[in-house]
């Protein structure tokens, strides 16, 4: 039986991530992956969906090109080409993680594994026939679909007529017509591609607003770009059903409606993945269906850590990847703790919606003293000239009393490049006026934010 310093289960962002620093710090160390390294983030998530992204903008770039001077003929999308294309970007990247494994002289068992039990040696972990004992046991297993008991729902994603996150990046044919079920970041960054890619898309959400947490003003401008786009928007909306060929769903005002589709996406959350690898064997405490962890990412189990989707606090790669550092720190003996206030978010439609820290209705609702700062990107020349008829807009939100930036939310390109740099005036804490003394480039759109910051009374 081999005895490891460290086993973790699951080779996503939180698992890969954390794997390479503790191989690099000198601990002995197992990864156990089922699938492949890379996780959802890789595979079925983040990269393979910015690839199609990324066609999807130049599509519209050369079919829309007349806005600057541009004008093509015949211009058409290859969505197998697009399909490939992104299989080769998560080819390499995958390959790229194993390589960073090897470096690390980390252990990649690739097999699922099941965790037996906690013995005065450590955790024994079963994969491929094998059993290999860890000092230290991390739970990165991420997350999975949510698949409510709609009637008719189950059957379709069975049948392949309804889709999860996976199977939509894998679509060889556009198809006519697509309904999405739920409006949050998934279901709006495939819309974003479809649409923009000629099917005639509708997107039902439960809520009386798109993109969830997200400030209203910029989830309601967000909204109307992609309206005017095409995608019908179904607010306030309850699917009852899904048909073979279509959803059935009950309106604000109570009315049975019907919606024809030829693919369905439900994009309408995830869960943590806590069965099926003998969690259950080690009496971990959880609540609503995730693991519980500290600011270091212990668990109740000394020597169980759990960092990524499975603690359900913040379902982001990139929190993962800080969370599996944290975690790492800790079995180091190094202080570090976790902190939630200062991780941004991006949601990568076009125009990109980038934030961080709290909004203006979360500081209302805590009754805090700020003040909003609100600004169209048309301050940036940049902006302007590359977006003459953008509607963009910056808010910055600041502590009166303390003069600190508590949140920055903007819609506009390139937001998704500018918020870590709003992520890091939050994290820092630093004051609006010592912040004003940092030297942005120029002419970029990041320089709304300096321009907000001046505006601070
Ligand atoms: P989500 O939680 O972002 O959005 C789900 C939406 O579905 C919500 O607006 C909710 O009100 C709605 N909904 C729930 N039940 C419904 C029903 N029965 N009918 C209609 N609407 C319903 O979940 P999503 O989009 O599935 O994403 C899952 C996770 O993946 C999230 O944690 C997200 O942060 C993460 N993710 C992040 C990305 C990014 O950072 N760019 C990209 C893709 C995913």
Do not use: W
């Not at 000092?135 to 709609?150: C, D, F, T």
């Not at 008719?152 to 996150?165: I, Y």
């Amino acid at each position: 039986m081999e005895l490891f310093d460290l086993i973790i289960l699951g080779g996503g962002p939180a698992g890969y991530n954390a794997a390479e620093r503790a191989g690099n710090a000198g601990l002995k160390t197992l990864v156990i992956e089922k699938r492949a390294l890379g996780g959802v983030c890789l595979n079925e998530g983040c990269i393979p969906s910015k690839s199609l992204l990324y066609c999807a903008k130049a599509y519209d770039y050369a079919k829309n090109g007349e806005h600057y001077g541009v004008t093509a003929k015949d211009v058409a999308i290859d969505q197998k080409y697009v399909v490939d294309r992104k299989n080769k970007v998560v080819k390499t990247l995958v390959s790229g993680i194993g390589m960073k494994m090897r470096k690390a002289k980390v252990k990649v068992v690739d097999a699922e594994g099941m965790i037996q039990g906690k013995t005065a040696d450590g955790f024994q972990v079963e994969a491929g026939g094998e059993v290999y004992t860890g000092k230290n046991l991390l739970i990165a297993a991420g997350s999975e679909p949510v698949i409510p008991p709609i009637p008719g729902l189950r059957e379709g994603v069975a049948s392949g007529f309804v889709m999860t996150n996976r199977e939509v990046l894998d679509l060889e044919q556009i198809p006519a017509q697509m309904t999405v079920i739920g409006g949050g970041v998934i279901g709006l960054e495939m819309a974003s591609y479809y649409c923009t890619v000629g099917c005639k898309v509708t997107v039902i959400e439960m809520l009386d607003h798109i993109a969830g947490p997200t400030d209203r003003e910029i989830s309601g401008i967000l909204m109307k770009n992609y309206a005017n786009k095409g995608i019908d928007f179904k607010l306030g909306c309850k699917v009852t059903a899904v048909t073979d060929h279509s959803v059935c769903y009950e309106d604000p005002d109570g009315k049975a409606q019907e919606v024809a589709a030829d693919k369905v996406l439900c994009s309408i959350g995830r869960r943590a993945v806590t069965t099926g690898y003998g969690l259950e064997n080690l009496n971990v405490v959880m609540e609503r269906g995730a693991i519980v962890t500290d600011e270091q990412m212990r668990t109740n189990i000394a020597g169980l850590y759990a960092a990524g989707d499975v603690n359900g606090k913040i379902m982001l790669a990139h929190t993962a990847y800080r969370e599996g550092e944290v975690a790492i720190n800790t079995i180091l003996g190094i202080k570090d703790r976790m902190r939630y206030d200062a991780i941004p978010s991006v949601i990568y439609t076009n125009p990109e919606v980038g934030a961080v820290g709290i909004t203006e209705d979360d500081a209302k609702a805590k009754g805090l003293d700020v003040e909003v700062v609100k600004m169209s990107l048309k301050m940036s020349g940049r902006y302007l000239a590359e977006n003459p008829d953008g509607d963009g807009i910056l808010k910055l939100i600041v502590d009166k009393k303390y003069r600190r930036v508590l949140g920055v939310h903007m819609i506009g390109n390139y937001a998704s490049e500018i918020i870590y740099g709003a992520a890091m005036m939050v994290e820092t804490e630093m004051q609006v006026d010592d912040l004003k003394e940092i030297v942005f480039p120029h002419p970029t759109v990041c320089e709304v934010i300096r321009e907000a910051l001046f505006d601070v009374k």
